[in-house]
């Protein structure tokens, strides 16, 4: 465990580092008061890192499990081809288990599995080299593609807007820069005229704890309010645009996003408010025709009764804690990928943007 600076000259914080083989999350439970990194070099500690919100964030579990793959396939000792895929797919399977709502998680550990595919005669040695290459170079791509999205989303803001964003889609959440919060970056690069409003997100408190800190220390100015002022400032007035980000978007455009997601999305739609969904193509799950078949997770109930080891609820009370909701395409105004955004005819656009690839 250490404690490190990070530079934020392209844009926010990143919260993965790799270096000589060993992984650095920044601990997201511990922001804004600590800021802890921990080191990772073993699968089953990375799988337990995403399962305990070490890092969150859909595009931030995806590249995490490819460090972790790479991992687990770094330590198997089988050396024909066989028993090593049999091993290799073992892994992918306990990092896959542990968030089952973000498909960038089975993105990034498809994209690992299929290089050992597409090489069935490469020695297990260099297989090895390659899944340390393919999960750096998802790293990577995740900022640049982020940045690309920024600037597509940044072109459909005003000069000067005003904008709730929910949950934390930001730097954190991600390899560096943001999905949401990179529009927003982008929007303030280009010299917008940017005012953010930060839903604090019940119950893991993601909006207050994260991107309020991240907003903060890049200068970009913002208000934090709780989940139930959003109607309100709306109805003032307040609020000019909308933008969240996804963790996973069926065929047709709905979209699974943090709990809370679909409530603000219902206001924006009563009160004229554009409302934009920034994510890259890895969010995108065409195997899912509608948002009704994506899987839904359900948190430990202490969530809600508890912050910290503060009781906020009777012992013994009925909880319920599912972790994001579905947003219906026809409340959306877009959908920003690194590809350009997507207003209408959602199934035949997305698809060709996954298609086309990263
Ligand atoms: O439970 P979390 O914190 O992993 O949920 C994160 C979100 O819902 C984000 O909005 C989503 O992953 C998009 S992140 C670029």
């Known amino acids: 465990m250490s404690n490190c600076s ?3 000259s392209d844009g926010g914080i990143r919260p993965i580092k790799y270096s000589n083989a060993v992984l650095s999350l920044i601990d997201q439970r511990r922001l804004p008061t600590e800021e802890v990194w921990l080191e990772y070099t073993d699968y089953q500690e990375v799988a337990e890192a995403i399962r305990s ?3 969150r964030g859909a595009p931030a579990i995806g590249i995490t499990a490819a460090y972790g793959a ?6 198997i000792k089988a050396e024909n081809h066989a028993g090593f895929v049999s091993e290799f797919n073992q892994v992918c399977e306990v990092l896959a288990g542990t968030r089952p709502t973000a498909i960038n998680l089975c993105w990034a550990l498809e994209r690992m599995k299929s290089l050992v595919r ?3 005669d490469q020695p297990v040695g260099n297989l090895k080299i390659g899944l340390e290459y393919e999960a750096m170079a998802i790293n990577e791509e995740d900022i640049r593609v982020n940045m690309s999205m920024g600037r597509h989303g940044a072109a459909l ?9 929910h949950c934390n889609a930001g730097a954190l959440a991600t390899g560096g820069y943001g999905t949401a919060l990179g529009v927003i970056r982008a929007a303030v690069a280009a010299g917008k005229q940017v005012a953010v409003f930060a839903d604090e997100t019940r119950p893991f408190l ?3 704890r994260l991107t309020a800190w991240e907003l ?12 139930n002022m959003a109607g309100y400032l709306m109805s003032k007035g307040l609020i000019d645009a ?3 980000g996804a963790d996973r978007i069926a065929a047709n455009g709905d979209v699974a996003n943090k709990i809370g997601t679909y409530t603000v999305a219902v206001l924006a739609k009563e009160h004229n408010i554009p409302f934009y969904v920034a994510a890259p193509t890895s969010t995108i799950d065409l195997q899912i025709s509608d948002g009704s078949q994506i899987p839904i997770e359900e948190r430990d109930i202490r969530e809600v009764t508890h912050v910290g080891e503060q009781q906020l609820a009777p012992s013994g009370i009925s909880v319920l804690n599912p972790s994001f909701d579905v947003t219906p395409a026809r409340l959306i105004s877009a959908i920003i990928t690194e590809h350009g955004a997507v207003k209408d005819n959602y199934t035949e656009q997305l698809t060709a943007f996954v298609r086309k690839g990263r």
């Open 70 to 75: 790479f991992f687990g396939a770094r330590d």
């Open 118 to 120: 597409a090489n069935p």
């Open 6 to 8: 990070f530079s934020s």
């Open 242 to 244: 909308v933008i969240v």
């Open 53 to 55: 919100m070490v890092v």
């Open 216 to 227: 903060q220390r890049d200068n970009i100015q913002t208000t934090l309010i709780c989940d």
């Open 157 to 165: 803001l005003p000069d000067q807007v005003r904008i709730l964003t």
């Open 206 to 208: 993601q909006g207050s």
